[in-house]
């Protein structure tokens, strides 16, 4: 080392740029800046990478699963939409199908049905210029209830009973209810899930099989409820020998609810109908054909999964759906057969538990509420009858008197028991209502072009 | 009440006056009756028709009041009974 003081290290030389390719060379020289020639893509970062990899997918999960059911959909409506066209005589009415839906067990929300009819099944309709009617049943067991107090008033109309119900004005083109009736005949009947296909089947056979004697269940009701001892006083002890149990208002009315009512002693109900008129008919007039929805319901916080997986496969609901409002619109139907009865069972396994215990949250609910009940009697009765002078609570926040713990009681009871028949038709695992007379009686709509069935009408109306 | 210090056109306006007095009195006894039977007895309105309990709970209050009417009103034919004797009994 010849230096003496510390001089710097000279550092290599950096090695010279290679020269631009020609074509670079080129652009250059036109003006194309170096930014641009040397333009080198890249992929992003790793995370960047996960980040649009992960979203990307949802998001394209999403679009193909909602593009496919704008397919599906409009592909449907393309089949049907040729009906819409065909002309209509002035006093004619285009086919009106009548929709059964029902609250779903479980859930709190009743139009949960109708809302799945109108989503996938309606835009069908809609396009082949079908009317259609929607019956919902706000409560479990509403829908049977109504299905055979149409039927049972029916039945008293064709007895001749009751009037045929004409109206005040008479509309010119407004069919004679025979017509009516051949209409509803060859219109179709669309029942949404098996929820609705079970109390649709219950109310048809309560109504083929109801005597036609008007029965006002609330005054039933009140009448057997009075009989019970919860309202009783201690004095009436002796004047009550029906009451085997206490009569102090007590719990142990409570278990004695539901076995009272069957030991009840009948009142000869007093008949109002000829007993030749009020006869169960042996044959039941067939009924519009059927058309079997499936319609499935998750809930819950565990099934929440499913839910997600349910969100990106709307097109297999949409297909179901329209499929089967083509296979309505088309006509074609073929006889109902014992493995109809399974009509989409794996409906069933959705309930909740909490559905299918309810018969033990009703007893729990009504024990405490008897007991609660006790309380409140002696207050009323106590205040009402001067024995005590009320708190100053209870003046300035009147404790409900006896005439209203009654009416309560009777709103309570009437849910509870109304609740415990739409239990036992809907529950997981109860057979479906079935009558010798429904052999051959129904018919369920298949594809057009599947020769199992017979058409019931030509196509196009 | 006597009538021998009034001349017959008065006995019979008396007459009518008494017997519109008694019949105001039975109504009102039969509308206290029935507001005071159907306070006590009637306090479930959820039926329409009467249980039998409230029918016999009815009869039962209609009976005991009439009954009860007809003690109190023996009682007091009594009592006014031995006041007048006492009266009579004094002024002698």
Known sequence: MSDSEPAPPALPKPPPPPPDRPIAQIFNSLGI???????RPRLPSRNWLIFFGVTGSVLGAYIYDRRECKKIRESYKARVAHLALEPL??????????????????????????????????????????????????????????????????????????PEPANQIPIPGQLTPAQKRAREAEAGIVIVGRH????????????????????????????????????????????????????????????????????????????????????????????????????????GFRNIPFMLID??????????????????????????????????IEQEEEYLK??????????????????????????ARELSRGTRPPTKDETNYPPPTEVELRAERMQKEKRWRNNLRGWSILHTGSPPAWDPRFENLFRVYIPPDNEAGTPVRSEGQ | MDFSQYSPAEQAQLQRVIEKKQMTDFIKLYSGI?????????????????????????????DKFLKH??????????????????AQAGSR
Not at chain 1, 33 to 39: D, L
Not at chain 1, 204 to 228: H, I, N, T, Y
């Open chain 2, 69 to 86: 009417a007809e003690r109190v009103g023996a009682r007091f034919a009594e009592q006014n009974a031995e006041a007048m004797k006492d």
């Open chain 1, 33 to 39: 800046p170096k930014a641009v020639t040397n333009f």
């Open chain 1, 354 to 379: 909490d559905f299918n215990e309810l018969p033990d949250e009703i007893s729990k609910t009504r024990r405490k509420y008897y007991e609660e009940l006790a309380k409140k009697i002696t207050t």
């Open chain 1, 196 to 299: 609705t296909f079970k109390e649709f089947l219950h109310g048809v056979k309560e109504g083929w099989s109801a005597s036609l004697e008007p029965v006002d269940e609330e005054e039933e009701l009140a009448q057997a409820l009075s009989l019970d001892g919860v309202f009783d006083e201690p004095e009436d002890e002796e004047t009550d020998p029906a009451h085997g149990q206490t009569t102090r208002l007590a719990p142990p009315a409570v278990p004695q609810l539901m076995p009272h009512l069957l030991h009840q002693p009948s009142k000869p109900r007093k008949t109002t109908i000829p007993p030749h008129l009020d006869v169960t008919p042996t044959s039941i007039p067939p009924p519009a054909p059927l058309l079997l929805v499936p319609f499935s319901n998750i809930l």
């Open chain 2, 34 to 62: 029935v507001e005071r039977c159907f306070n006590a007895c009637c306090n479930d309105f959820t039926s329409k028709t009467l249980s039998s309990k409230e029918e016999t709970c009815v009869t039962n209050c209609a």
């Open chain 1, 89 to 162: 005589a002035s006093h004619d009415m285009p086919r009106k199908v009548t929709v059964y839906t029902c609250k779903p067990p479980g859930d709190e929300e009743y139009e949960r049905a109708m809302k799945y009819f109108k989503k996938y099944v309606k835009p069908v309709l809609v396009a082949a210029a079908v009317d259609y009617d929607i019956h919902n049943g706000n409560r479990y067991g509403a829908l049977s209830k109504d299905i055979a107090d149409k039927i049972i008033a029916r039945r008293r109309v064709a007895a001749g009973i009751d």
């Open chain 1, 311 to 344: 969100l990106f496969n709307e097109r297999k609901r949409v297909r179901a759906g329209s499929e089967a409002a083509y296979n309505l619109v088309m006509g074609n139907s073929r006889p109902f057969t014992q493995d109809d009865i399974d009509f989409n």
